[in-house]
């Protein structure tokens, strides 16, 4: 049995509170507060709510500034306003600027409330299961393919897998508020080397200079995994994520900070893949004036650089298990190249190291981290 939605009513005077719990108690799960600031504060500790309905006119706050603080602490809640007629042309902008959700003038009869709240909580329970969508099934639809591109090109894909534990970090540190667009994004970054020529590849992956068509050739894979993922529905924030995400910050000022981040991840990988230690890699892009957001480069630093969680450790092949992650290339002992350092052990990672480990040659033994809670 689903749990009810929970409603919120915000308004100065006790007795209009009681009123609406009074009348809509049987239809809703109504919870009041009041005034502005004992909203907000039931927002924080006892959210989420699906709907937040406030009146127009408070002492302190009024109704438009509480409800963009709203919007900010839950952006999925959906929000109504209750104003006078002598209010409607500041109901009207809020509504306009997309703060509010609705307005209902006072008194408002029981019967449109009901309908109104009963829209209300159909449109947060579509935002809601969208977000679920993104984050169930198209999640992992693209981790399959992630997966699968990894075994086929393990350095670009391998690459990507890093990436993404790099920008979960920062985005944690950030407090990002869609973070989930981030992780797409990093998941599938690499989408495009596909289609770059295995020498362009390795001239970046070590560092050597690119002809100018190999640049350009280069320059052009963020917008090819635009044009691949743009069949796919609700990807547009993620595909700008990636469209932008070789930009400097110095040449576009309005770059994403999901862009700025994936941005920062992308080199700091590259640098620390090349041989450059930990802190030498990040004192070489601070030194790379307007390219990044210094902050970022800075928790960067300050933090431990995606790895938190993990312990190092050499094993027996034999002794490998899922969400470990590689800490050093995987080769078979006839110069195959099987799996790239920081590649994360999953289900198809196991079938395919257990298929070499029958027709090839692998060592006997690996280094690789390891989940703490793994740890015997």
Partial sequence: MSVPRKILFVDDEQNILDSYRASLRRRFSVETALGPE???????????????????????????????????????????????????????AAVNEGSVFRFLTKPSHIDEMVRTLTVAVKQYSLVVAERELLR???????????????????????RSERVRRLAGFLGQSLSLAQPLHLDLAAMLCQLGCVTLPETVLQKVLKGEDL??????????????????????????????????????????????????VLRLCLDYDLLVQQGMEKQDAIDALRAREGVYDPKMVTVLEKGTAGEEGYVRREIALSELRVGMLLDEDLWSLDEVYIMVDGTEITEAALIRISNFAKTKRLPDRIRVKVPVEQVA
């Fill in 38 to 92: 004992e909203g907000l504060e039931k927002i924080v500790k006892s959210g989420p709510y699906a709907v937040v309905v406030s009146d127009l006119k408070m002492p302190k706050m009024d109704g438009v500034t509480f409800l963009n603080k709203v919007q900010e602490l839950s952006p999925d809640t959906v929000r109504i306003m209750l104003t006078g007629h002598a209010d409607l042309d500041s109901a009207i």
């Fill in 211 to 260: 002809s100018p068509e190999e640049k350009q050739i280069f320059d052009m894979h963020p917008s090819i995994t635009v044009g691949m993922l743009s069949n796919i529905p609700r990807m547009e924030k993620v595909t700008e994520i990636i469209l932008h995400m070789q930009d400097s910050l110095a040449v576009n000022p309005t770059q994403p900070v999901e862009s700025r």
């Fill in 136 to 158: 169930g099934t198209l999640r992992g639809s693209i981790k399959v393919l992630m997966d699968i591109l990894s075994l086929v090109n393990p350095e670009a894909f391998g």
